[in-house]
């Protein structure tokens, strides 16, 4: 809903002449404040092109929303060509709802013309003659353009306008005023409302099925179909030879016959450590999918609260608000996401569900303790010699076995100038334990509190650990 001329007639019947123009200012690029300096103080004037939202208005001296300057175009080049001129005259031609504002700067005469139509609204100013200096928007057809000359529609009907009878109270500007800044924030209310109300609904289905999904993968019966698959091989493997696709074997938890898949390049046993492989790679993949869950159902939990914060928003600012935390939480995330995407190192899942990164230069060395490593995570080298950092990532709930730390201690041998040698000895300690040097020289750290594994190189194992890099 927009002004009408009578409303506009009222309003610009109270303008100030003779004030001074202290800045002119913008919120939005459809709008424009003119602030004042009159003989009983402060003043401001608002112009609203905004589709629908269109008028002109004296803004109330109780009027306590801060207005942020954007410093736009249009503000930017008045404040250049206009600040300090003195508003000598006002009016409107013929109910046109058209504000012709004029403006003395000096020895010239300038013009700002609002033109409240609806989609066809613009603000231009003009010299003395009506020639166009600048204008919001440029419309080449209507013969808007710069130095232009700008005409004054012919009115085309007499209908009259009245202001609304529920509108005039003690003061016509305020109540003008509150009643249109009523309706624009309701409006806006509403699209931020449901914008908000898209997002969160959006991530909320996104989070239920990750969940979900989750779950299914940790429920999964895979883990232990590849398990039986090996031990049913492994009970039949005298039936089984190289080069055969597939075994008919008793599988007795059913009590029926199952075919199980071969790899006709592997021997019986090979495909038997196929099926046991998968099935470690699984039981050691459910401690990752446990920790997912939990992540995922953290963040379920904030935008459950942030559905609430929503349904109890009952201004234009609770919205604000409420989108200033939903973009912390989307950058967070982003940021979050872009550091793992980023992660320094070969990534290798040992025993138990731990997961080692193995740095593949002295940089990445450094890289990998900067941002992959806590404190409490593990540091693994070989010792005197030339190698690759090892870092086992530290589990909260479950402390580090031997058997992690031999495999680890296997991977840093090999990933080495001893990698070779057919036994080892690798020191290993916390990463809060490593003293960088002053040098800065890539790679090097020098441990304390360190211990030593004496390793051999099993070389099952190695290629077991090395089929699992990421």
Same mark, same amino acid.
């Given at each position: 809903?927009?002004?009408?001329? @009578?409303?506009?007639?009222?309003?610009?019947?109270?303008?100030?002449? /003779?004030?001074? *123009?202290? #800045?002119?200012?913008? +919120?939005?690029?459809?709008?424009?404040?003119?602030? &004042?300096?009159?003989?009983?103080?402060?003043?401001?004037?608002?112009?609203?092109?905004?589709?629908?939202?269109?008028?002109?208005?004296?803004?109330?001296?109780?009027?306590?929303?801060?207005?942020?300057?954007?410093? $736009?175009?249009?503000?930017?080049?008045?404040?250049?060509?206009?600040?300090?001129?003195?508003?000598?005259?006002?009016?409107?031609?013929? =109910? #046109?709802?058209?504000?012709?504002?004029?403006?003395? %700067?000096?020895?010239?005469?300038?013009?700002?013309?609002?033109?409240?139509?609806?989609?066809?609204?613009? *603000?231009?100013?003009?010299?003395?003659?009506?020639?166009?200096?600048?204008?919001?928007?440029?419309?080449?057809?209507?013969?808007?353009?710069?130095?232009?000359?700008?005409?004054?529609?012919?009115?085309?009907?007499?209908?009259?306008?009245?202001?609304?009878?529920? $509108?005039?109270?003690?003061?016509?500007?305020?109540?003008?005023?509150?009643?249109?800044?009523?309706?624009?924030?309701?409006?806006?209310?509403?699209?931020?409302?449901?914008?908000?109300?898209?997002?969160?609904?959006?991530?909320?289905?996104?989070?239920?099925?990750?969940? @979900?999904?989750?779950?299914?993968?940790?429920?999964?019966?895979?883990? &232990?179909?590849?398990?039986?698959?090996?031990?049913?091989? /492994?009970?039949?493997?005298?039936?089984?030879?190289? =080069?055969?696709?597939?075994? %008919?074997?008793?599988?007795?938890?059913?009590?029926?016959?199952?075919?199980?898949?071969?790899?006709? !390049?592997?021997?019986?046993?090979?495909?038997?450590?196929?099926?046991?492989?998968?099935?470690?790679?699984?039981?050691?993949?459910?401690?990752?999918?446990?920790?997912?869950?939990?992540?995922?159902?953290?963040?379920?939990?904030?935008?459950?609260?942030?559905?609430?914060?929503?349904?109890?928003?009952?201004?234009?600012?609770?919205? *604000?608000?409420?989108?200033?935390?939903? +973009?912390?939480?989307?950058?967070?995330?982003?940021?979050?996401?872009?550091?793992?995407?980023?992660?320094?190192?070969?990534?290798?899942? &040992?025993?138990?569900?731990?997961?080692?990164?193995?740095?593949?230069?002295?940089?990445?060395?450094?890289?990998?303790?900067?941002?992959?490593?806590?404190?409490?995570?593990?540091?693994?080298?070989?010792?005197?010699?030339?190698?690759?950092?090892?870092?086992?990532?530290?589990?909260?709930?479950?402390?580090?076995?031997?058997?992690?730390? !031999?495999?680890?201690?296997?991977?840093?041998?090999?990933?080495?100038?001893?990698?070779?040698?057919?036994?080892?000895?690798?020191?290993?300690?916390?990463?809060?334990?490593?003293?960088?040097? /002053?040098?800065?020289?890539?790679? &090097?750290?020098?441990?304390?509190?360190?211990?030593?594994?004496?390793?051999?190189?099993?070389?099952?194992?190695?290629?077991?650990?090395?089929?699992? *890099?990421?």
């Amino acid at each position: 809903m927009s002004c009408n001329c @009578a409303e506009i007639d009222a309003i610009i019947q109270n303008v100030p002449i /003779n004030s001074i *123009i202290r #800045s002119f200012s913008q +919120s939005v690029n459809n709008e424009l404040y003119i602030h &004042l300096t009159t003989t009983t103080g402060n003043a401001t004037l608002y112009i609203s092109i905004i589709d629908g939202e269109t008028g002109f208005f004296i803004v109330p001296l109780n009027y306590s929303k801060k207005m942020i300057d954007a410093k $736009l175009k249009l503000s930017s080049m008045l404040n250049s060509k206009l600040k300090g001129g003195r508003i000598i005259d006002i009016s409107q031609p013929e =109910g #046109s709802r058209i504000v012709i504002i004029g403006i003395q %700067l000096f020895d010239t005469y300038y013009r700002l013309i609002a033109r409240l139509w609806g989609t066809g609204s613009n *603000i231009l100013i003009t010299d003395s003659d009506y020639t166009i200096i600048e204008l919001l928007k440029r419309y080449p057809n209507r013969g808007e353009w710069p130095n232009e000359k700008f005409t004054i529609p012919e009115k085309k009907n007499d209908k009259q306008f009245q202001i609304r009878k529920e $509108l005039i109270h003690d003061c016509v500007n305020d109540d003008l005023f509150y009643h249109y800044r009523n309706i624009r924030d309701n409006r806006q209310f509403s699209i931020k409302f449901s914008q908000l109300e898209k997002i969160i609904n959006d991530e909320l289905t996104t989070l239920n099925n990750c969940i @979900a999904n989750t779950i299914a993968n940790i429920n999964s019966d895979s883990l &232990l179909i590849y398990k039986k698959y090996g031990d049913l091989i /492994n009970g039949e493997i005298y039936k089984v030879s190289k =080069g055969m696709e597939s075994i %008919l074997v008793y599988d007795y938890e059913t009590d029926k016959k199952i075919i199980i898949p071969l790899d006709p !390049l592997l021997t019986p046993q090979e495909n038997a450590l196929k099926y046991y492989d998968k099935y470690k790679k699984i039981k050691a993949g459910i401690h990752i999918w446990d920790v997912q869950l939990g992540q995922y159902q953290e963040k379920l939990s904030q935008f459950e609260s942030f559905q609430e914060k929503l349904t109890a928003s009952k201004t234009f600012d609770d919205l *604000i608000k409420l989108e200033t935390l939903l +973009s912390k939480k989307v950058s967070t995330q982003k940021q979050s996401n872009t550091v793992s995407k980023k992660l320094p190192g070969r990534k290798v899942l &040992l025993s138990d569900g731990f997961i080692a990164y193995i740095s593949r230069s002295s940089r990445e060395a450094d890289e990998l303790l900067k941002i992959t490593a806590k404190g409490n995570d593990y540091w693994f080298h070989i010792r005197d010699n030339n190698g690759s950092h090892v870092v086992v990532k530290n589990r909260q709930t479950i402390e580090i076995t031997d058997k992690v730390k !031999l495999e680890a201690a296997m991977l840093a041998l090999h990933y080495s100038k001893s990698k070779d040698e057919l036994s080892g000895d690798i020191y290993f300690t916390r990463v809060k334990y490593l003293h960088k040097p /002053n040098n800065n020289t890539p790679g &090097l750290v020098f441990p304390t509190q360190e211990k030593n594994i004496k390793v051999k190189k099993d070389q099952k194992t190695l290629q077991n650990l090395l089929k699992t *890099i990421e």
